[in-house]
């Protein structure tokens, strides 16, 4: 055999070799779309490092991540302030305001040479070097780069709930407990998140609006809009939201993530900056249950700095969450279906609801369902008969056609309080009536006659109603 040919036989026994070794016939690691199981596998495999990982994402960040909308920016500023119009394929998110990178993280201190305060790099290059020393991983979430919504406070990073204001000093003393946590099981913060400035709408006036990457004319989910948008398009594996209405929730479903929205006492709220101090709840964002159930396990449990918690002690599972779902079957479990609910008002609700029903067929694959009736709903000049379901309609008319003459809009719960009031003295109420415009619920009982027979043990709270519309509202329990 020739020179030529013995050459060309070692070439293809080379390329025979490459193509079957073990790390060349595993699969390429492929960013999008990667969960933290794809990531840790990739890892293990030494097909990426930490290192890599984040400047993988700052590419994407780079292309993707920037100003989505039109109107006038104010001079003085260079803030959008006014009116803004969403840009048709804009291409770009407005998801994340502030990247953790030595330079670009705080307002009030530019030189940032603290060697204290780690940037996402510096971070990423220290889990590298534990891992080729050991050949393990830190935590369940090493080397994961995460966005946390600005309204958590984050030590190294400007933290200021979407706002601009001037401050003297734009970084707070400590983690928030969610983000200590998340970086002890060994994650990255990589970047806070644009948010509704202090927890309301879509846009801040730091970080401007948000938009969807699956439509750039469509809400990314209100105020947690910025963690869900960048997860949804990839610029980091898992987000940090919060909510103290639906602001959590909204995100996963408006960017078709798994969201996780832990009841009030399972996650810390320790470090974050409050909207309402009895409904605030931190959200977890990830692309699958499986990764949204291995945060939940980093970042539940109890905090002596936030006395919620203590209602948990004892009320977790004895295995992580994310064991619990491995293997995880709907067998014996019973789903109930509010259809009542389900009723299409818009286009956007019949796909809606079309979506859910397959999900539905889906679930009945692996048991019953049952349909469940829907609480009785209350009319009032908010939630007037054309906006309750189909199946209560007739309940609602009935509700308005026995209200004040005045008009349909004054519901029979104000009849109820205007008896209660004529028969019970305003002083017996603990001051039931001050002024004509507030009015003090019972916290148990709806009934008139309750209301008076406790009053004198001042259960109630004060509800504010508005006196120049005259509108009713549903009640309001809270505990005293």
């Not at 994402?57 to 803004?84: F, M, Q, S, W």
């Not at 349909?408 to 205007?418: A, E, H, K, N, T």
């Amino acid at each position: 055999m020739s020179g030529r040919n013995l050459g060309l036989s070692a070439f293809l026994v080379a390329v025979f070799l490459g193509f079957w070794s073990p790390l060349a016939s595993a699969q390429k690691f492929n960013l999008e779309e990667a969960t933290i199981v794809d990531i840790h596998r990739a890892i293990k495999a030494r097909q990426i490092n930490a290192t890599q990982l984040v400047n993988l994402y700052l590419k994407r960040i780079e292309a993707y991540n920037g100003t989505c909308v039109k109107g006038a920016v104010d001079p003085a500023t260079g803030y959008l302030l006014g009116d803004i119009e969403p840009v048709e394929k804009a291409g770009k998110l407005g998801a994340l305001i502030t990247l953790n990178l030595r330079g670009k993280r705080s307002k009030t201190d530019p030189t940032d040479n603290d060697p204290a305060m780690p940037d996402a790099l510096e971070v990423a290059k220290t889990l590298d070097a534990e891992f080729a020393k050991t050949g393990k991983l830190k935590g369940s979430l090493h080397g994961i780069p995460f966005a946390v919504k600005d309204q958590f406070d984050t030590f190294d990073m400007r933290s200021t709930s979407g706002a601009a204001a001037n401050y003297a000093n734009d970084r707070p003393p400590a983690d928030a407990e969610i983000v200590a946590r998340l970086r002890k099981a060994g994650a990255i913060i990589l970047a806070k998140a644009n948010m509704g400035e202090y927890a309301s709408g879509d846009r801040s006036t730091f970080g401007g609006a948000t938009c969807n990457p699956y439509d750039m004319s469509r809400s990314a989910g209100r105020s947690s809009g910025g963690s869900g948008a960048a997860v949804a398009a990839n610029l980091v594996t898992c987000a940090i939201g919060e909510e103290t209405g639906p602001s959590a929730r909204n995100p996963a479903a408006n960017n078709a993530l798994v969201g996780v929205v832990a009841t009030h006492s399972l996650i810390s709220r320790a470090g974050l900056i409050p909207a309402s101090l009895t409904r605030d709840r931190p959200g977890i964002l990830c692309k699958s249950v499986k990764d949204a159930a291995t945060v939940l396990s980093a970042v539940a449990g109890y905090d002596p700095k936030d006395a919620a918690t203590a209602a948990s002690v004892g009320q977790t599972p004895a295995k992580p969450y994310d064991d619990i779902v491995d293997g995880a079957s709907l067998r014996g479990v019973r789903i109930g279906v509010v259809r009542e609910f389900m009723q299409p008002h818009t286009k956007a609700d019949e796909d809606s609801i079309a979506i859910a029903e397959r999900a539905i067929a889906d679930l009945k694959k692996g048991g019953p369902l049952s349909s469940i009736p829907a609480p009785a709903a209350r009319c009032s000049r908010r939630r007037s008969p054309s906006y309750c379901p189909r199946s209560i309609r007739r309940r609602c008319r009935r509700s308005t056609r026995r209200s004040s003459p005045r008009g349909p809009q004054r519901s029979v719960d104000r009849w109820r309080w205007r008896a209660m009031r004529r028969a019970c003295p305003p002083n017996s109420l603990y001051g039931f009536w001050p002024s004509g415009n507030r009015r003090r619920q019972e916290k148990g009982s709806l009934r008139w006659k309750d209301i008076c027979a406790n009053a004198a043990t001042k259960t109630f709270v004060a509800s504010a109603i508005s006196s120049r519309s005259r509108r009713s509202t549903p009640s309001r329990r809270f505990p005293v």
